[in-house]
């Protein structure tokens, strides 16, 4: 990917933020003069050329670059009506994603795919209710975050995302799956819908719960095996909701699996019979690699306005460290 812009401060500024998010996967340069970036066109391939949207089309034609899109400080005309365009002064994530969405559609796109080791998929799952799930799973992801590249993905039909972190998403899983449906994994496609909060990165959940109830357990399993094959993330956190008895086929690729339970009686009988229905259905193997929690749990848990710092530096942060501290 090359980056022109008249602002040489952005240009560099905009650059290191991408060179930072790894999902991208470009390498990516800078460029402060125009005659550079047309004469390091001239002997190199530009998959991805990000420009100022004054520069001219003959001058971008120079350059050569196979997927073209043009940086706005405001309304701005494509030359010829031919190239995307972007405002530039948005954030640079939100920049990105739309990017990433040009570049999807190019019908020239070969569809590369990253080189990357496996990550580590990290189930969470439980057939009960109100036990800490997806705030568990949120914690997990956030202290991970610190040292690996970490992608949340949450699997319920109503996951509360976008008035628990008050953003508005222009895509997410829903959009994944479909096109995952239709022409496979490609990662370009992943980095368009993957959201920060925090230190973690998410796809956020799906739009509506028909979208999940339309995907096999299978599916479901194949995309995140593509997912932890082919992008450059760590460890893959999975918060598999209400997932029905489709949740074994996912949780079967899982390289670990924790399961918050409560000691009434009412959750110890929704455990069993869960575990009855491993046995039954061939998941046996699996009943065994499930590694049973209880996280703490106080009344004051659960405010949006400060639901981050709850999550890492309250009991269930000081649970969630020790529980990392013990494993392999």
């Not at 990516?28 to 003069?33: D, E, R, S």
């Not at 991970?144 to 970490?150: I, N």
């Not at 959940?205 to 339309?214: A, G, T, W």
Request: negative net charge; contains cysteine; aromatic residues 12%.
């Amino acid at each position: 990917m090359a980056v022109y812009d008249t602002d040489p401060l952005y240009t560099e500024r905009f650059t290191e933020f991408v060179s930072q998010k790894e999902q991208v996967g470009f390498s990516v340069m800078a460029f402060t003069a125009l005659e550079r970036l047309k004469a390091y066109g001239e002997d190199h391939k530009i998959e991805l050329l990000l420009i100022s949207s004054s520069v001219s089309r003959e001058e971008i034609e120079k350059i050569g670059a196979a997927v073209v899109v043009l940086l706005a400080d405001g309304e701005a005309v494509s030359p010829g009506g031919q190239y995307p365009i972007v405002y530039k002064y948005q954030a640079a994530d939100s920049l990105m994603r739309e990017v990433m969405n040009y570049y999807c559609d190019n019908p020239d796109d070969p569809g590369y795919a990253m080189a990357s080791k496996a990550g580590r998929i990290i189930g969470v799952y439980s057939p009960i209710n109100r036990c800490l799930k997806t705030s568990f799973a949120l914690t997990m992801g956030q202290l991970l975050a610190r040292d690996l590249k970490v992608l949340y993905l949450n699997l319920e039909d109503c996951s509360g995302f976008r008035r628990l972190i008050g953003e508005e998403y222009r895509g997410g899983l829903s959009d994944l799956l479909y096109y995952y449906s239709q022409e496979g994994f490609r990662w370009v496609r992943l980095g368009s819908v993957v959201y920060t909060w925090g230190e973690l990165d998410y796809v956020p959940p799906v739009q509506y719960p028909e979208d999940l109830c339309q995907v096999t357990g299978q599916m479901m399993a194949e995309l995140i095996i593509h997912i932890a094959r082919e992008s450059v993330y760590e460890s893959i956190i999975l918060d598999l909701g209400q997932f029905g008895k489709k949740a074994a086929e996912v949780l079967e690729i899982c390289d670990a699996v924790y399961m918050p339970v409560k000691d009434d009686c009412v959750s110890a009988a929704k455990i069993e019979e869960f575990e009855e229905y491993l046995m039954s259905s061939g998941y046996e193997a699996l009943k065994h690699r499930i590694q049973k929690i209880k996280p703490p749990y106080h009344c004051s848990f659960g405010r949006k306005d400060n639901y981050l710092e709850q999550l890492l530096w309250g009991e269930l942060g000081d649970y969630t460290r020790q529980l990392l501290r013990k494993q392999p």
